[in-house]
């Protein structure tokens, strides 16, 4: 598995609103900009591919009172964590697990925030 390896690559691209509203709707019908999409790929040294909506992260940033740098790194978590497997839309336990996870990699990165499933709590 790709994040067992010591080398992998992650592709990430920032956009706008309207270009990730594109991928939305191609790949989950959902028409309407989001903050973060993941594409993991079946590859041992690609995790996938990582788009962040710096439009949505910027409205997000101010809804929340802090930097866009610190809410494109929570949305950089969120999104790594769904290209190594984690999902928190499957179960209850599953959201845990991943709202968990996100809080001890912001943490041990030392990075502000403790993910994006807990901001959703805060909403």
Same mark, same amino acid.
Do not use: C
């Given at each position: 598995?790709? /994040?067992?390896?010591?080398?992998?690559?992650? %592709?990430?691209? +920032?956009? #706008?609103?309207?270009? $990730?509203?594109?991928?939305?709707?191609?790949?989950?019908?959902?028409?309407k900009?989001?903050?973060?999409?993941?594409?993991?790929?079946?590859?041992?040294?690609?995790?996938?591919?990582?788009?962040?909506?710096?439009?949505? /992260?910027?409205?997000?940033?101010?809804?929340? %009172?802090?930097? +866009?740098? #610190?809410?494109?790194? $929570?949305?950089?978590?969120?999104?790594l964590?769904?290209?190594?497997?984690?999902?928190?839309?499957?179960?209850?336990?599953?959201?845990e697990?991943?709202?968990?996870?996100?809080?001890?990699?912001?943490?041990?990165?030392?990075?502000?925030?403790?993910?994006?499933?807990?901001?959703?709590?805060e909403?």
């Open positions: 598995q790709a /994040a067992d390896s010591n080398d992998v690559e992650l %592709s990430i691209t +920032l956009s #706008d609103d309207p270009s $990730i509203q594109r991928y939305n709707k191609e790949y989950r019908d959902v028409d900009p989001t903050d973060v999409l993941s594409f993991p790929m079946d590859d041992n040294f690609v995790l996938g591919d990582l788009i962040i909506s710096i439009d949505t /992260a910027n409205k997000q940033a101010l809804d929340h %009172s802090h930097e +866009l740098r #610190d809410e494109i790194r $929570i949305l950089l978590v969120h999104g964590l769904h290209l190594i497997g984690y999902d928190h839309e499957t179960s209850k336990e599953d959201w697990e991943m709202a968990s996870a996100e809080r001890r990699l912001m943490r041990r990165l030392d990075w502000r925030g403790k993910g994006l499933i807990h901001l959703a709590e909403d």
